[in-house]
């Protein structure tokens, strides 16, 4: 074997072990982020508990408590892709017996291509999502929207696919 294939054979080694690494752990954000794959929804059954340690902007009244859902967006888009309107739907089923209970919705955007507006952006994507809730019957009285932008993005400009999963929506239930 040529030295020149066996340095393509290593490298499409390591991009494959690397990519493997990403769809296994998801997001680095929060307690972990079993979302990783590209619809970013969450089994009903794996609630999350808030666990960073900065409010979104503009902060939310309240207390997060258990993470309902999550979901992706394209490259700039606040579009809801077919993934996320599902997620939504269990969202929904999940809250329909609470009446009481209220959202936080929280968007984010990537840090290498979005960095710049991501605050924005994010916040656009949550106010896209809470826009969806509302037409599955929700009252936009019991949802607060907020935005952490690109503030936990830690993907390099080579990884593409931890980019997409840092381009979310994130939905909470409150105390």
């Not at 969202?91 to 984010?108: H, N, T, W, Y």
């Not at 690109?150 to 990884?159: K, R």
Request: include cysteine; hydrophobic fraction near 40%; aromatic fraction near 6%.
């Amino acid at each position: 074997m040529s030295s020149k294939r066996t340095i393509a054979v290593l490298a499409m080694i390591v991009v494959g072990l690397s990519l493997c690494d990403c769809a296994k752990k998801g997001s680095t954000r929060g307690a972990g982020d079993p979302t990783a794959a590209p619809g970013m929804s969450m089994p009903p059954d794996t609630p999350l508990k808030w666990s960073y340690e900065v409010a979104p902007t503009p902060p939310f009244e309240g207390t997060a408590d258990v993470r309902l859902t999550s979901f992706g967006f394209d490259q700039g888009s606040t579009e809801m892709r077919p993934e996320a309107v599902g997620a939504c739907r269990e969202a929904v089923k999940r809250i329909q017996d609470r009446p009481e209970s209220k959202l936080v919705l929280i968007g984010f955007a990537d840090g290498i291509n979005e960095k710049a507006g991501g605050e924005e952006l994010g916040m656009r994507r949550a106010m896209a999502a809470r826009g969806f809730l509302t037409t599955l019957g929700i009252d936009a009285t019991r949802m607060q929207v907020s935005s952490f932008g690109a503030l936990f993005s830690t993907a390099q400009d080579f990884e593409t696919i931890k980019q997409g999963h840092e381009r979310k929506v994130e939905v909470w239930l409150l105390k």
